[in-house]
């Protein structure tokens, strides 16, 4: 960094799990964060999904600097193998460690611009002697300009969800139908949300831990409601893969969540539809919905629709800085080899840090969710790593910057969502290549993994 931007603070996009490590992270290196939250309170994606437990138990998802500066406040570290809901990670560590960042964090401020103050995307003149310019709108209306010696983009992706459509657009008739077509795993504790499922024909499309998860918690509603049911909409065919592992997989809240989908379709709570590529979503005289596939394929009366395939990064407010993103999944193009789904489950992704992320844009980094663009496989220790060589970098600690200091668990930590609520059972299960840690390794970036060695489909 140069000394046109002295004093100015590291800016900071989203207070989420990876937002504020990043923070905390930055303080440790003496650089001073300032973090942006568009929602009203730290971690409000986390928030939507509070009633969704974690594959990764406490040990895995709270950040060693961040712990640090939690640890003066009287904070008192949860169980670490316990394993949280999205509530639990918010009230015992996210929100206490926004409160203990204070004034450096601040709600309810909307980034809708980051460019270089005074040069828009084609000027090179000086480009890297220029503070990032960051426009930020509150609720009120009122818009404010602010500057930054380095933008870190952690706002993720969950307000971005990919739509129903098979070819990655809306399916005709989608937005017309919105009243009746929900992208979240819905919370059957919540009586309003019951009410919409209860009694109801309900399509569920995606096929990874979401869909698992809606499937089994309408199940679940299913035995107490008649007339519940739930047609799960499948691109692909079945397959013995289709529902992970089971008692056999290495990651057993993956298994646990696979085998309660299962179940779900052969208890006859659920029915399969598989082969389905959904063009388009009509309405019936009497209010009912039917998708229809691309070749013409017709699945009729459904009260509801549960689309489930996946999220998307927003990069609308980027466009004037110069990012180099692939052109598929959206992520750096240093790390979009490593994470593509294609050829990686979570337990084949390794960790990685500044040099992976980087731009030509100098100082502006994409971290945590958002820098996996597409790809399904991010972890919470995957992203803190990332942050803490962020901040080393940033902080002209270009060796720490290329160290790894992280040791992954052997079970490839799948830090999805899921449900998991037998910790303690599931892990007598847990044997063969991913039953126990790994001893500690530093390993430089670049060198190869420091996971085990897993399939495509995720299994060890």
């Not at 990043?22 to 973090?35: D, K, N, Q, S, T």
């Not at 008739?173 to 009586?191: I, K, M, N």
């Not at 910057?401 to 847990?430: F, H, I, K, M, S």
């Amino acid at each position: 960094m140069t000394s046109d931007t002295t004093g100015l603070p590291v800016l900071v996009i989203g207070a989420g799990p990876i937002g504020l490590a990043a923070a905390a992270h930055l303080l440790e290196h003496g650089l001073e964060p300032l973090v942006l939250e568009a929602g009203p309170q730290a971690a409000a994606s986390v928030r939507s999904w509070s009633h969704v437990r974690l594959f990764s138990p406490w040990a895995e998802v709270v950040d060693p600097a961040a712990e640090k500066l939690l640890t003066p406040t009287g904070w008192t570290r949860p169980d670490a193998t316990a394993y949280p809901t999205g509530g639990d990670w918010v009230a015992q560590y996210l929100q206490p460690l926004a409160d203990a960042l204070g004034d450096k964090v601040r709600y309810d401020a909307r980034v809708t611009g980051v460019a270089r103050a005074g040069r828009d995307r084609i000027v090179d003149a000086d480009r890297e002697r220029q503070p990032f310019t960051v426009h930020v709108e509150y609720p009120d209306g009122t818009e404010e300009r602010l500057l930054a010696r380095a933008v870190v983009d952690a706002s993720g992706t969950w307000s971005t969800p990919n739509p129903l459509g098979a070819d990655g657009l809306p399916a005709l008739g989608e937005r017309a139908a919105a009243d009746h077509v929900s992208y979240r795993v819905p919370d059957l504790r919540d009586p309003a949300v019951r009410a919409r499922y209860a009694g109801k024909r309900t399509a569920v499309v995606g096929t990874g831990a979401s869909a698992f998860t809606a499937l089994a918690a309408l199940a679940d509603l299913a035995e107490q409601e008649p007339g519940t049911h739930a047609v799960w909409v499948l691109r692909r065919g079945l397959t013995g893969s289709t529902y992970g592992g089971g008692t056999a997989d290495q990651l057993p809240a993956r298994g646990a969540l696979g085998l309660a989908a299962k179940a779900a379709v052969d208890n006859g709570h659920a029915t399969a539809l598989t082969g389905f590529r959904t063009a388009a979503v009509e309405r019936a005289a009497d209010g009912t919905l039917t998708l229809v596939a691309e070749d013409g394929t017709r699945t009729e009366g459904l009260d509801e629709i549960v689309v489930l395939t996946g999220l998307r990064p927003d990069l609308s407010f980027l466009t004037e800085l110069r990012l180099a993103l692939d052109d598929r999944l959206q992520a750096p193009v240093a790390l979009a080899p490593l994470i593509d789904p294609n050829q990686h489950s979570c337990g084949t992704v390794y960790p990685h840090g500044a040099n992976e992320l980087s731009h030509p844009e100098q100082d502006a980094y994409l971290v945590g969710m958002k820098s996996y663009g597409r790809a399904p496989t991010f972890l919470a220790l995957t992203g803190y790593e990332q942050v803490r060589s962020v901040a080393a970098a940033l902080a002209g600690d270009h060796e720490a910057a290329a160290r790894v200091e992280l040791t992954l668990p052997e079970t490839g930590v799948c830090g999805g969502a899921g449900l998991y609520d037998q910790p303690a059972a599931a892990r007598e299960q847990n044997d063969g290549c991913c039953s126990a840690p790994a001893a500690p390794r530093l390993i430089t970036l670049g060198t190869g993994p420091s996971g085990p060695s897993c399939s495509p489909t995720g299994g060890c």
